[in-house]
């Protein structure tokens, strides 16, 4: 990571001045993407006052030896003309300004509270396609000058140029050359001549050559359902706070099939009635190509946004974001940042997931941002899931949200029968067989049933280990310390965690053993096993390595949805947002992979999968049936999920968090440091550590520091690591204390750190 330079966000220059009372001088605030960020004032010259504006970018001279860099406004104001050495801006590049003041604002706020440079948070928001004006041409206009408007000029004119001008008045818009030539019929050396005596000048600007042709399926007609009692109570919360006008954070907490999604929709359409547009946040969108449809049938004017869209598509959907054509917007936690003119509605859908927090800088995350930018724009934002965060969870219970709740499924369906497995008594031989008799057997029912089954294993490869059974050697990445995986297909292992890939042994490496051993159950192996006990049964895998094609998604889930497959197995992508009816079985391969994890939120985390996993059974006429093999069936957190418990579930889970101060009790940071010789990163580490430990005493704050230490992934893709935990329940101390290490800390060469606000991954 670059150094970042802390301060003022606005910092007065010590630079000498003198007072001249009268005078003032505009002056704009820049700030850039990489070091010094800034932000520094520029003179905004005569000739570009009235253009600059926040939100664009400008070039200027930057520091001694004036080199000449791109930055982005973040302000203009008028000064008292006594900084005469203001710099001046050299050169406007936008028409418009690149976000509205809303936008900017929240930029602001996520640089400060993120510790991110502004110019790095703008990069953020506004798309790299945007900014590039990807898709799109400059192209020179002609329009007719004031001289054109004296008839007495005019007529002085030579004929053909005359029928000329006369063709560009008419138009009523700017022309292209070219444009003009076909309508005048007329050569290129009359246009020329018009524009050297005065009747027309040209100018430039940039126009987009690409379109999209995607508008969405719109097919079919679904008819709205009537609401349930419960829906139309959840409604009413919510249109009270559409009517109010202010802003308010609202937890609909839905079981799993209680028709969230058509409260949304129903939300959505009185925003529009307003003439305001609704932001719709989804964990990721090829994961759930029909909430994508659902949207799109019922709206006119859709924009769906996902991660894999090109520059021009991204530019193209963002202009028309902004011209207010569009009035709803799906997308992942980027879709947080859309143009709308104005917004109305954000409704933040399974808001617990993980998806929603950035894991590269800025590290945002996208409910944290969608709070404050519906509490700058004044509108509702709406948190839906079946398992709130306990941190959502938590402030809706101490009155900060609204709490509404669907505790029911559509037509009262039953949530389906869970029911554990125990592993230890169930016994399943490494080298056998990983679904044990009463799943094999429920699975045999429900296929000769002609029904559906879903199994979950959140391990992708075949064998999750390779092991000496001589010597002991795990084979392990050279680059990230961390074990690697066996990859049937090409007969291949490779780390999960940087891609290092090498073909399978024969032998250890280490002894010469001949017999490695594989074990560790992965995706592959167990859809090898189900292949073989049920050869007549058409099965798909779904696991990032059978996923990598564009469309592999929906293809995989629109076979399962006609029924020409009958088995879905794969990791966590299969438990979220499917709603297919036919499923009578779910099976959970191993319930405690998630479990046993160095993070305090494995339990939570745990809960989710196994209860958003168990939510896709059920849905149809047929009851549903859920089974988790597990070695701990006793755990609280298999326990709940296994009785559709959340609220117990969360009330013993807060009550264990409560006393370390972890989130949502306390706010936490963590510091990652990472370098190429350990001893140096480990020094660094103690040494940064030992200044936030001494600035912590030294303002009697109360924040807790734990580390530095080895984190769980020792070793990433050649880097070592260590990092540092701090705990407070004073954010604002732990703020200060951050800037503080920020703005006094030089690094290293070859030492890197970073600081992740609210962090997720713990590894
Ligand atoms: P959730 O998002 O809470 O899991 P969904 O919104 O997917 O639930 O709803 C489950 C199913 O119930 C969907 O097929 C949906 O079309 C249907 N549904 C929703 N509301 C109603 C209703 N009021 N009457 C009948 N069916 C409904
Ligand atoms: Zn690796």
């Known amino acids: 990571m670059s150094e970042h330079r802390q ?380 398992t709130p965060s306990l941190e959502t969870y938590h402030r809706a219970k101490k009155g900060a949200y609204q709490y509404v709740s669907l505790p029911r499924r559509i037509l009262n369906r039953p949530m389906p029968e869970v029911r554990t497995i125990d592993l230890r008594v169930n016994r399943i031989d490494a080298n056998q067989s990983s679904l044990s008799k009463p799943l094999l057997q429920s699975m045999r029912r429900v296929l000769s049933e002609d029904g559906q089954v879903i199994l979950l294993l959140n391990r992708r490869g075949f064998s999750t280990r390779v092991q000496c059974p001589s010597c002991g050697f795990v084979l392990g990445c050279p680059d990230c310390d961390m074990p690697l995986t066996f990859h049937r297909d090409g007969n291949k292992v490779m780390c999960h965690y940087c891609d290092y890939t090498i073909a399978a042994p024969q032998h250890c490496p280490k002894c010469s053993f001949d017999g490695i051993r594989f074990s560790g159950l992965g995706t592959q192996r167990l859809e090898l096993e189900v292949q073989a006990s049920f050869p007549d049964a058409p099965m798909a895998r779904m696991d990032s390595d059978t996923m990598r094609k564009p469309g592999s998604h929906e293809r995989t889930l629109s076979d399962f949805r006609a029924g020409r497959t009958k088995i879905l197995l794969g990791t966590q992508m299969i438990a979220k947002g499917l709603d297919f009816p036919n499923v009578l079985l779910v099976g959970v391969i191993q319930a405690d992979t998630t479990l046993h994890f160095p993070d305090f939120r494995a339990s939570e985390k745990t809960f989710q999968l196994i209860t958003q996993v168990a939510g896709r059974t059920g849905r149809g006429d047929k009851a549903g049936e859920v089974l988790v093999q597990t070695f701990s069936p006793e755990h609280p957190a298999i326990l709940a999920a296994c009785q559709h418990d959340f609220l117990g579930f969360a009330d013993l889970e807060l009550q264990h968090r409560e006393p370390f101060e972890y989130p949502p009790y306390g706010s936490l940071a963590r510091i990652i440091f990472r370098g190429e010789a350990q001893e140096q990163v480990e020094q660094f580490a103690e040494g940064v550590v030992g200044k936030a430990r001494s600035l912590v005493a030294k303002h009697n704050s109360k924040v807790r520091i734990l580390g530095p230490s080895l984190p769980p992934i020792p070793k990433l893709r050649g880097h070592y690591r260590y990092h540092a935990m701090m705990i407070t329940q004073q954010p604002g101390a732990l703020h200060a204390v951050l800037q503080e290490i920020q703005a006094t800390t030089k690094l290293p060469e070859g030492i890197l750190y970073l600081i992740d606000i609210d962090p997720i991954d713990m590894l």
């Not at 850039?32 to 570009?48: C, M, T």
């Not at 200027?60 to 005469?84: A, F, H, M, N, S």
């Not at 917004?343 to 944290?368: C, M, N, W």
């Open 7 to 386: 301060g003022e966000l606005f910092p007065s220059d010590e630079a000498p001045w003198e007072i001249d009372a009268q005078a003032t001088v505009l002056a704009a605030h820049v700030v850039f993407s990489e070091a010094p960020f800034g932000p520094y004032s520029y003179r905004i010259p005569d000739e570009l006052s009235g253009k600059i504006q926040a939100g664009m970018r400008v070039i200027v001279p930057l520091g001694k030896g004036d080199r000449e860099i791109t930055g982005y406004t973040l302000g203009v104001e008028t000064l008292k003309q006594y900084r005469q050495n203001l710099k001046p801006i050299l050169q406007c590049c936008d028409d418009s300004p690149l976000c509205s003041p809303n936008l900017l604002e929240l930029v602001r706020w996520m640089s400060k509270y993120y510790l991110v440079p502004a110019g790095q948070v703008i990069e953020a928001v506004v798309p790299a396609g945007v900014r590039a004006g990807a898709g799109t041409r400059n192209q020179t206009l002609l329009r007719p000058t004031e001289k054109a408007t004296e008839d007495s000029f005019v007529s002085s004119l030579p004929v053909k140029q005359k029928q000329t001008l006369v063709q560009l008045i008419l138009a009523n818009e700017p022309l292209a050359p070219e444009q003009l030539r076909t309508l005048a019929n007329c050569s290129d050396g009359v246009i020329k001549k018009l524009r050297e005596t005065g009747f027309i000048e040209s100018f430039t600007e940039r126009v987009m050559t690409f379109e999209s042709s995607d508008s969405g399926p719109q097919d079919e007609k679904i008819p709205i359902p009537a609401l349930t009692v419960d829906q139309r109570v959840a409604l009413q919360t919510i249109f009270g706070a559409l009517d109010s006008q202010k802003h308010s954070t609202i937890l609909l907490h839905g079981v799993t099939g209680s028709g969230k999604t058509e409260v949304y929709m129903q939300a959505i359409e009185r925003t529009l009635s307003f003439s305001r547009q609704a932001i719709v946040l989804v964990p990721e969108i090829s994961l759930t190509p029909q909430t994508r449809s659902r949207f799109q049938n019922r709206f006119k004017s859709v924009a769906v946004l996902h991660s894999n869209m090109t520059g021009p598509e991204r530019h193209f959907q963002w202009r028309r974001i902004s011209s207010g054509d569009v009035q709803v917007v799906v997308g992942p936690r980027s879709a947080i940042f859309a143009p709308v003119p104005t917004l109305g509605l954000v409704i933040l859908d399974e808001e617990h997931e993980t998806s929603f927090k950035q894991d590269t800088i800025p590290r945002y995350h996208a409910r944290d941002v969608a709070i404050h930018r519906t509490f700058l724009e004044q509108v509702p934002l709406v948190l839906g899931s079946a």
